[in-house]
């Protein structure tokens, strides 16, 4: 049976699923598009992505050449039609034909799409601004596999690489806690959940329109970081600093002499005395305990401060991220703290002498 939709919604839809794709066929059919009980499915083993799209057909097209297909038209209205294994898209002027491959992992596909008790996030706003904030701080090391992870806690969202440390409080989240995989996260950042359910080893979203977004969850404890954000808040002996609005140029520019081979060691300096602040940085080659410095920067700026402060060095990227969201923070004991409504980022610095 033919069926006639508008190019526009058949290409939305692919879009909405396409970061369900895999880039790899390691898992089969995981860089396809699966068509089945009406909706379009996308599966990596890492997310899971559907989207309603009424064609009534079944079976998986590999998903890159069908998008770019679709992108390439320029007809207004598409014909669908499963004829045997072959899919037919006919357009104004052109026909398509493509390979309609039966599932082989089909329950892979189903279980996004299975009966859910969905429950209603109290603010998805709140709580997609918590997972963008904490998307920044999840560590990118696969040999410390939690820490790649961000803890959703009934009202905390939270986030570390162990350097650097993100928590955000938000109205209450109605399931079990869990563990998603940062990047699963940032996928999760394209759109606006407003329900979600747990099953199994996953956890579900769905949107209003009815896209249905499946994540892997990880099945440890997180680490209980709740002394860390305590010793962070108490600003008894906390100095407040209002950086300067060039302040982000000036990392800038020293970062160009801060960058390293390994990224973990790239730090600046910086030093505060009366109503000024100084940064430095140096580019040095060479290994052992005396290496090469081929060049070096040094710029100083007025700045607030309300009291002594001991010079540090810092990771310069983790400050640039910080200083987009606040100016404002509180320097204590070996850390840097910046807030705002509803979340918290805390930078580890290392106390150094004048380098």
């Not at 006919?90 to 009966?115: D, V």
């Not at 108490?234 to 002499?257: Q, S, T, W």
């Not at 310069?316 to 703290?337: F, G, S, T, V």
């Amino acid at each position: 049976m033919k069926t006639t939709i508008d190019r526009k919604t058949f290409l939305d839809a692919l879009e909405l699923t396409k970061p369900g794709l895999a880039n790899k066929d390691v898992i089969e059919q995981s860089t396809h598009f699966a068509f089945m009980d009406d909706r379009v499915v996308t599966y990596n083993d890492r997310i899971s992505i559907s989207h309603p799209l009424p064609l009534g057909i079944e079976g998986c097209i590999p998903g890159k050449i069908l998008l770019s297909v679709l992108k390439k038209d320029k007809s207004k209205e598409l014909q669908v039609e499963a004829v045997g294994d072959q899919l037919l898209i006919q357009a104004s002027s052109t026909s398509y034909n493509f390979n309609l491959e039966p599932f082989r992992n089909k329950h892979l596909f189903k279980q996004i799409n299975r009966p859910r008790t969905w429950k209603k996030i109290t603010d998805p706003d709140k709580f997609m601004i918590a997972l963008r904030f904490c998307c920044e701080t999840y560590s990118e090391d696969a040999c410390n596999p939690l820490f790649c992870h961000i803890h959703v806690n009934k009202d905390l969202v939270e986030s570390t690489n162990k350097i650097k440390m993100t928590w955000c409080n938000v109205p209450e989240i109605p399931i079990k806690s869990f563990l998603i995989h940062g990047t699963s996260a940032l996928d999760l950042l394209k759109y606006r959940p407003s329900y979600i359910a747990r099953g199994g080893e996953w956890v579900y979203f769905k949107l209003t329109q009815d896209t249905k977004f499946a994540s892997r969850i990880f099945d440890k404890k997180y680490k209980d970081c709740s002394h860390i954000r305590e010793q962070a808040l108490n600003l008894d002996n906390a100095v407040k600093v209002v950086f300067p609005p060039d302040i982000k140029k000036m990392i800038e520019r020293a970062y160009v002499f801060a960058k390293r081979d390994y990224f973990l060691e790239e730090t600046i300096y910086l030093g505060f005395q009366n109503d000024g602040m100084t940064i430095k940085a140096s580019n040095e080659t060479g290994y052992g305990a005396t290496p090469k410095k081929e060049g070096w920067f040094e710029e100083s700026t007025k700045v607030r401060v309300d009291g002594d402060i001991p010079e540090f060095i810092i990771h310069p990227r983790y400050l640039l991220e910080a200083i987009k969201h606040n100016l404002e923070c509180y320097i204590h004991n070996d850390m840097i703290l910046f807030q705002g409504e509803g979340w918290n980022r805390l930078l580890s610095i290392t106390p150094t002498k004048n380098p």
